[in-house]
Structure formats: structure tokens, C-alpha cells
């Protein structure tokens, strides 16, 4: 999610081309981890699971492994460079100097996330992800930023999957250079499980209309859609005055890249009038309600273990960590449990913004479809293979019943919060999806 902001300084643009091999197997790529494509023209890549708020995934840029969240609510590459000497760097960054494809741009612009800005300066790199290759492919390097998970994230780049040209941009995205139209994201519910990046189809097109939900892309630039009746309760049972997105609707963003749940803060204060009180200790997590809710027309539901965390970690003092959640306690404490949703204040041509993080993608095998303007989603069955869409809330009873009892232990220092903001100007509370 990174639209150019304000552009600082411009020297020595560069009008070069981006080639790709699509779908190629290389030599050179490490595998450790990945698994081999079961169909041609698909790769399946292994998201590693850090404290169950990170996922990401290793690639090559200028023949250097850097390790990146891949995240649908953005566009371009962003990665933490040796160009920012400030930079705190837990992962190697990438180091220009040590490439032989780098290509210099020399346009430097401002990055507004979610979680602060960030200074980068763009230029141009070969970037492999498994046996997909993209010569001179846009990137930016990142000069500076307070941008607080990069301090102590396993990750050193966000990879933009979205659907199209980032804001004001027409550099071809990652995905238009490997001339993917199609990929799909799930991530294992266990606690510290692996996820899956498929890019590439992974069933035929009439198994998904036969077995799959749909829903149409309502955003040029972001997969977002509609979505209604937001309840803890059965619409007939429902107060209806403490039910969001009724009416018009909301907008919803599926977003690989976020933590947790995000929502309006006066949906989330609606959403407590229905629910009792989560225990510290969470010793009514079994006595907790479905989340229910419609996409395009189609009820969806999440079980309490997708809304509810426990917290742990040590950093329990840092203000801004906690700022991005919206239910916070009057004392904090590790190994507590609590609603894990985060707050954002944004309206849309299509209503209020929420965003469907990564506890949907536990439950929701999702595929992204760029020719089409949809997204298909499947029951996530074991291993993220995926099952058919089964409305209602018994297929997610039946999922859980051979995990461990609990909620899923999270670190709120490591949360990657919504990176949609860096679309806008942060003194503007609306965003054009």
C-alpha cells in the first residue's frame, strides 16, 4: 500500500523496461521450505509464522535472500536497506553494493503506513520469488522510518499483491511483471503454523464457481468488497441498533498483511454491547459467540479463537504498541486475554473501511483473481488445502475440535497494523479504494 506521497527530490530518472519469466524454474533460488508447484503454472511458497501476527515469505532481489510479508492491501516493494544507517536491522538488509543488476532511479518519496512514515528512494533490481523472475523491476529502499514492528520484525520488505497500479504509479506491480493474474493465501490455525502463497491457479474455474464464495472486487485499488449485518447474533435475535453495516453496508478490505480484525471504532463499541466480557483468564472462551457476517452476499462467521488473543511478550510499557487496539485494559499484563481488534477511523466511496486480517485467512482459503475482479474463497481445510464453502458457522466448530483448547498467543510489539493508510495523506480521514 504505498502510494507516492510527495515526491522529495527527482534525479536521474530511468525509462527501463520490466522483463519477466514467468512461472521458470531457477537453480539458483533457495527452496528450503517451498513446496513444488502440484499443477503447471502454480508455486506454492511457505509463509513462516512469527508470534502468529507475521507471516513472510523469502525471495531474491539482486541475488540477495531477503525475507518480506507478501500483503495484499499494497502495491510496490519496499525494503529496508543499508541506505538507512539509522535503521535498527534484526535481518540482513539489502545492500546495493553487493548487486551487479541495481539500477538507480534517484526519486526519493514519503510512505505514510499505518504504523508512521517512512523515507524511501527508488530504483530498479532483478527480483526472483521461487521460479518467477522480473528483471529491473521498481523497488524502493527504504532511507528512514518509524515504522516500529521493522525494529524487530523478521521481516525486511513488504511485497505489494494488490490488484493494481499503486496511486499516481504506472510501474508494473510484482504481480504484473510475473504476469500472475491469480494466486491465493491461507494460513494454518495451530499456533506457529506455517501459511501458503500460491501464485498461479489452484483449481479449474468451474470447481470455484461449483464450490467456492464469490465476491466482486468493488475497489480499483485495493480487494475490497461489500459487507453487511456485522453481529455476534443471529440477525433475527440481533439489536439491531448495536448491529454495524446495516443498510448501505460497509467496505471490507481482505488484507494478508494486517494482524489482526480492523474496524471503525464505533462499529467495535456496537459489537461490545453483544458480547460478555472477555475473562483474563479466558475461562469463558468456550461460552464466547460466533462473529457473523455478510460478504457480497454471503454469511461468513469466524469462532471466538479468531477474535480473541492472549497477550504475551515482555515490552508491556510501549504506548504506541498498544495504540492500534482498540479494546485495551486498565492493566496489562502478559498472558491475558482480550479482544483482538484493531481501530481505523476511515470512510470510503463505499462506506466505512474495515479490513479482514490475517484470522480470516485461517479460516478462509482465499483466492484473488486480477482478470475477473474477484475473490473466491474455500473452507481452509488441513495443510490450507482447500475444502468447499459451507454457509453457516458447523463447519468452523468442526475445525477447531482437534486443536488445543485456548486462544492463540500473540505479541502485540510485533503486530503488523493496516498499511492502507500510507495511501493517504494521515490529516485526511477517507480513502479512495
Request: hydrophobic share 40%; with cysteine.
Amino acid at each position: 500500500a504505498m502510494r507516492v506521497i510527495g515526491s522529495l527530490a527527482l534525479a536521474g530518472s530511468l525509462a527501463v523496461s520490466g522483463r519477466a519469466v514467468n512461472l521458470r524454474r531457477a537453480d539458483d533460488v533457495r527452496t528450503s521450505g517451498l513446496l513444488e508447484p502440484k499443477t503447471p503454472g502454480t508455486y506454492r511458497m511457505t509463509l513462516h509464522n512469527h508470534m502468529n501476527v507475521q507471516y513472510y515469505g523469502d525471495f531474491l532481489i539482486g541475488g540477495q535472500v531477503i525475507s518480506g510479508i507478501f500483503d495484499t492491501g499494497s502495491f510496490e516493494l519496499l525494503v529496508r536497506s543499508t541506505r538507512c544507517a539509522q535503521c535498527a536491522h534484526p535481518t540482513a538488509p539489502y545492500d546495493r553494493s553487493k548487486s551487479k543488476t541495481y539500477l538507480k532511479n534517484g526519486t526519493v518519496a514519503k510512505h505514510v503506513y499505518g504504523s508512521g512514515p517512512c523515507i524511501s528512494m527508488q530504483g530498479y533490481e532483478d527480483v526472483q520469488v521461487g521460479p518467477m523472475v522480473s528483471a529491473n523491476q521498481s523497488f524502493w529502499e527504504i532511507m528512514g522510518h518509524q515504522i516500529q514492528a521493522l525494529d524487530s520484525a523478521k521481516f525486511a520488505a513488504i511485497v505489494g499483491i494488490g490488484p493494481n497500479f499503486a496511486f499516481g504509479n504506472t510501474e508494473e506491480t510484482l504481480l504484473m511483471s510475473f504476469g500472475v493474474e491469480e494466486f491465493s493465501v491461507c494460513l494454518q490455525r495451530a499456533a506457529g503454523a506455517p501459511g501458503y502463497l500460491t501464485w498461479g491457479p489452484t483449481v479449474e474455474r468451474a470447481y470455484k464457481d461449483a464450490h467456492y464464495a464469490k465476491a466482486k472486487v468493488n475497489g480499483k485499488h485495493h480487494w475490497a468488497t461489500s459487507m453487511h449485518n456485522v453481529s455476534f447474533m443471529p440477525m433475527s435475535e440481533a439489536p439491531l441498533a448495536f448491529v454495524p453495516c446495516m443498510g448501505k453496508g460497509c467496505s471490507v478490505i481482505i488484507d494478508s498483511g494486517t494482524s489482526l480484525i480492523a474496524a471503525p471504532p464505533m462499529a467495535l463499541m456496537q459489537l461490545s454491547k453483544q458480547i460478555e466480557p472477555i475473562m483474563e483468564d479466558c475461562s469463558n472462551l468456550h461460552r464466547l459467540p460466533t462473529l457473523r457476517f455478510t460478504i457480497d452476499g454471503t454469511e461468513f462467521t469466524l469462532p471466538p479463537k479468531a477474535y480473541v488473543m492472549r497477550v504475551t511478550g515482555a515490552v508491556m510499557e510501549a504506548d504506541n504498541v498498544w495504540d492500534i487496539l482498540f479494546f485495551k485494559p486498565r492493566m496489562r499484563k502478559l498472558n491475558m486475554c482480550m479482544p483482538a481488534f484493531m481501530q481505523i477511523d476511515m470512510m470510503s466511496q463505499n462506506g466505512p473501511v474495515w479490513i479482514m486480517g490475517m484470522p480470516f485467512f485461517r479460516y478462509y482459503h482465499t483466492t484473488f483473481d486480477r482478470t475477473t475482479k474477484e475473490m473466491h474463497f474455500a473452507r481452509a481445510g488441513k495443510d490450507c488445502t482447500p475444502q468447499p464453502f459451507e454457509k453457516g458457522g458447523t463447519q468452523l466448530v468442526s475445525l477447531d475440535s482437534d486443536l488445543e483448547e485456548g486462544p492463540m498467543d500473540m505479541e502485540p510489539e510485533a503486530m503488523v497494523p493496516p498499511s492502507l493508510s500510507s495511501q493517504i495523506d494521515t490529516s485526511v480521514q477517507s480513502i479512495e479504494l
